[in-house]
């Protein structure tokens, strides 16, 4: 089992990034792959970004492609999303996850074990 602590959310205005970061404890971290997701109110919960175990795989949604990055460094147990050129549309709460199977690492349902979100809010 693993436990998944989200941190690095705030209020910055369109134009400006973000790095959030997501902690893991329990199970050995480099067992998993990681994922990202968000949802803003009143929609469905979405994929942003997903990395391979050993990070060399990597896929994104195509809202964000170009704009964010997502990194890990399994010697810390962390995984990482840089988000540049923050737009309005991204607000959100945002969620790691991991998947301790196989799988495409865009499906929410692949993942078995998520954090509690922090909050991104990006004003115009």
């Known amino acids: 089992q693993v436990q998944l602590q989200e941190s690095g959310g705030g209020l910055v205005q369109a134009g400006d990034s973000l790095r959030l970061s997501c902690a893991a404890s329990g199970r050995t971290f480099s067992t998993y792959n990681m994922g990202w997701f968000r949802q803003a109110p009143g929609k469905e919960r979405e994929f942003v970004g997903g990395i391979s175990r050993n990070g060399i795989i990597t896929r994104y949604a195509d809202s964000v492609k170009g704009r964010f990055t997502i990194s890990r460094v399994n010697a810390k147990n962390t995984v990482y999303l840089q988000m540049n050129s923050l737009k309005p549309e991204d607000t959100a709460v945002y969620y790691c996850?991991?998947?301790?199977?196989?799988?495409?690492?865009?499906?929410?349902?692949?993942?078995?074990?998520w954090g509690q979100g922090t909050q991104v809010t990006v004003s115009s």
């Open positions: 996850a991991a998947n301790e199977g196989v799988g495409s690492l865009s499906a929410p349902i692949e993942y078995g074990y």
